[in-house]
């Protein structure tokens, strides 16, 4: 109420003021037209006296200099015209200005020394009157001036006039302004901040509310975006709280993202961590005038994001995006999710050539197709190493700073961009703590020894204290590679290979995906289908980057093989492939998405009806708000990777079914498969056997869906990316430092 009625008096005072200020203006402006028509008038008397008073001046006569004045004598509004001579001396004049008038008027004696003509107010009577001074000039000599005077008391009057209606329009105008601002401000403004008030007392008792009733304009956006926000994390803590009390009840060991907090904090000492890696988990890109945000594809992106949103710290990578360096700070740094900040970005800038080396030759026409082994000849190129070797040392540099003046700092280097990164900052750095977590997998020794520098990558890699796969089996082959290749002692009890005074432990930490708890009401399938332009019973689907070990191809043959075996499915099922473009720098991407294109095309050419087609490939990156729908409304999700360290697509279906209904076909050799047993495992190599196993899929009873399902969803609830992160991180954090070796020595 108080700021109520401060609010209404300071407005009444500002519209006095505008009032007042609005009606002076107009005052002075017509005193200014006022002025000048007293100037204009004036000056054609003067002029029209001009040659005859002239001539008067000149013969000395002043009979006619009277007779001239005396035709002015009580004219209404002129009080009286006076000529001078050239010494300043009253002449002939009307009467009633000859009684009043000073003995040497300073104005008549401007005019004639300038020989300009002048005017001024006076109060010769005690009322106002405007003299008009005008020099009389003969033979380019001075001969005299004429005075006239009128009369301004009328002026007086009129502005006064004016000042009393402009002022009270005024006034009355800012009056109905005011009392709108007002209504509109008690609808407006104060009416939805009472509602959001509401809002917030609803929220803080624990009642379920929607986002929060504020206008969609440019006034409430800002606190309607950050009143979500908050009432989002509100929600989230709660649940996160509600959740530690059920487990601490149960006795169970859930992680979440509260408790991977607390537990980074403590393991950590409160110091943050540090996460590198390739690729950025937030990319700017200009489209247009506008520059956007997006989460580029890939399992690394999904399983890591949530770790630092819990975590904090500073992931370092790559600057990829075309509009990425405008949104940095100084230092190259910028707070991310750029709509909702929990950790920050620190980007690395490399140059095309760096790229095409480092990225596009070596790591992913190197060292991919060499662990993944599908059948893809890796190309090694001696000036591509020498470009791995500038950015590992380019990483190296950008890490040494955010570790600065940390003690003991923590990194974790993703995958296998950086093999030889731990060496180097281990060099610059013993304190700190290193771990290479290697997303793909390893081969064994025979394969990986056509690698011309491999005893460089082990060497690098070797200077981490945690080197991790997702699975026993590829830490098995990265061992027996160490030993076949470099001089080192292997504990095989323990996985540790000793080099160069140094340990480093080797362990298997299988990635996973964070798993919603709450995902909301499901999908319209219907409207889904509608989008896609088609009609089908059953809908099945893949979600990939578009790469030659994620085995498409193998798996639209065995689509097609599967309407050769069951006709009866014709128009009955539509395979979606959600497929992200990636690496089509490089000749083996490019044509494998043709390939996949043309497939897909031949396959729908074949089959397809008048509302319906086999296939449907959409080509482009899809961030996960748009995957999900495809997640929850699909009867089959294909995961049939030739060769892959985890792939998280398939944890990812499992986590968005709370339904428990779905079926999931994986591929032995995608380390998923390891963990999630209840899937139908196939070969995709195996034409006949995927065909077979998608008509099981498809045909199952929905109980046993459910079974294997719940199960499955179990596993992946339980063995969380947080539950991974906070494993890992603990492991790193037992490495005994040398600075603390050395104290046990001496104690």
């Not at 059948?375 to 950008?398: C, G, I, M, S």
């Not at 991407?589 to 087609?613: G, M, P, Q, S």
């Not at 996960?624 to 279906?653: Q, W």
Request: proline share 5%.
């Amino acid at each position: 109420m108080k700021m109520t009625v401060q609010f209404i008096i300071s407005m009444l005072v500002s519209v006095f003021l505008v009032a007042a200020g609005s009606a002076y203006l107009l005052m002075r402006q017509e005193r200014s037209r006022q002025t000048e028509e007293l100037d204009r008038r004036s000056s054609l008397v003067a002029e029209g006296l001009e040659e005859s008073v002239g001539s008067a001046l000149a013969k000395g006569d002043a009979k006619s200099l009277e007779r001239i004045v005396r035709r002015f004598e009580g004219r209404v509004r002129l009080t009286g015209i006076v000529v001078f001579d050239a010494k300043d001396k009253a002449l002939a004049g009307t009467s009633a200005l000859l009684k009043i008038l000073p003995e040497k008027p300073e104005l008549v004696a401007e005019a004639m020394d300038t020989r300009l003509e002048r005017g001024e107010y006076v109060h010769w009577r005690g009322k106002p009157e405007y003299a008009f001074a005008f020099p009389i000039v003969t033979e380019e000599q001075t001969a005299g001036a004429l005075l006239i005077v009128h009369d301004a008391t009328y002026i007086r009057g009129y502005l006064a006039r004016i000042w009393r209606h402009s002022f009270g329009r005024a006034l009355v105008q800012m009056t109905l302004i005011t009392l709108i601002i007002l209504g509109l401000m008690r609808w407006s403004v104060l009416g939805p901040i009472r509602q959001m008030a509401e809002w917030m007392k609803k929220l803080r008792a624990g009642e379920t509310v929607g986002n929060p009733p504020l206008p969609h304009s440019e006034l409430f956006a800002p606190l309607a975006k950050e009143a979500s926000r908050f009432a989002r994390h509100l929600v989230q803590a709660k649940t996160a709280a509600e959740e530690e009390a059920r487990l601490r009840q149960t006795a169970e060991s859930l992680w979440t993202a509260e408790r991977l907090k607390e537990h980074v904090k403590l393991k950590l000492n409160g110091k943050p961590l540090i996460v590198v890696s390739n690729r950025e988990p937030y990319m700017h890109s200009r489209e247009g005038r506008n520059v956007k945000w997006i989460v580029p594809a890939g399992g690394l992106v999904t399983a890591l994001d949530p770790v630092m949103r819990a975590a904090g710290g500073t992931w370092v990578a790559h600057g990829a995006g075309d509009a990425d360096w405008e949104t940095v700070d100084e230092s190259n740094r910028l707070r991310v999710p750029p709509d909702d900040p929990f950790y920050t970005l620190r980007r690395v800038a490399i140059t095309k050539e760096e790229e095409n080396g480092y990225y596009y030759g070596f790591a992913n026409e190197g060292l991919w197709p060499l662990c993944h082994i599908a059948h893809t000849r890796p190309l090694f190129r001696a000036q591509d190493f020498a470009a791995y070797q500038a950015v590992n040392e380019k990483f190296a540099r950008a890490v040494l700073e955010e570790i600065k003046g940390i003690d003991n700092p923590c990194v974790l280097i993703q995958d296998y961009h950086f093999a030889l990164l731990p060496k180097i900052l281990k060099a610059k750095r013993p304190d700190a703590r290193v771990a290479v977590f290697w997303h793909i997998p390893w081969p064994n020794p025979e394969a990986f020894g056509i690698c011309p520098w491999q005893k460089d990558l082990l060497a690098g890699m070797l200077g981490a204290d945690l080197v991790s796969f997702h699975t026993q089996f590829h830490c098995n082959n990265f061992m027996e590679t160490v030993d076949r290749v470099l001089e080192c002692r292997i504990e095989w009890e323990r996985f540790t290979v000793n080099r160069e005074n140094h340990s480093t432990l080797v362990k298997p930490f299988p990635i996973s995906v964070d798993f919603p708890e709450d995902l909301g009401p499901g999908p319209d399938r219907a409207a889904l289908l509608k989008e896609l332009g088609i009609k089908t019973r059953f809908l099945a689907v893949g979600v990939e980057r578009m790469d030659y070990t994620k085995g498409v191809l193998e798996r639209l043959h065995g689509i097609e093989r599967f309407f050769e075996k069951f006709p009866e499915f014709l128009g009955e099922l539509t395979y979606v492939q959600l497929g992200a473009p990636s690496r089509t720098h490089i000749k083996r991407y490019h044509d494998f998405l043709a390939e996949v294109d043309a497939e897909a095309e031949r396959i729908n050419w074949k089959y397809k009806k008048r509302d319906w087609r086999p296939i449907v490939f959409l080509k482009r990156h899809h961030n996960h708000s748009e995957i999900l729908p495809f997640y929850r409304s699909a009867d089959v999700c294909l995961v049939t990777s030739l060769h892959d360290g985890m792939n998280l697509v398939a944890k990812e279906f499992v986590a968005a079914r709370p339904d428990n209904a779905g079926v999931l076909i994986l591929s032995p050799f995608a380390g998923a498969a390891r963990e999630l047993r209840d899937a139908l495992l196939v070969n995709p190599y195996d034409t006949e056997r995927m065909a077979d196993a998608l008509r099981v899929a498809l045909e199952m009873p929905a109980d046993e869906q459910a079974d294997r399902m719940k199960r499955m969803r179990e596993m992946v609830r339980e063995h969380n990316i947080y539950r991974w992160a906070g494993e890992l991180i603990e492991e790193l954090t037992r490495v005994r430092l040398p600075t603390e070796s050395a104290t046990l020595r001496t104690l």
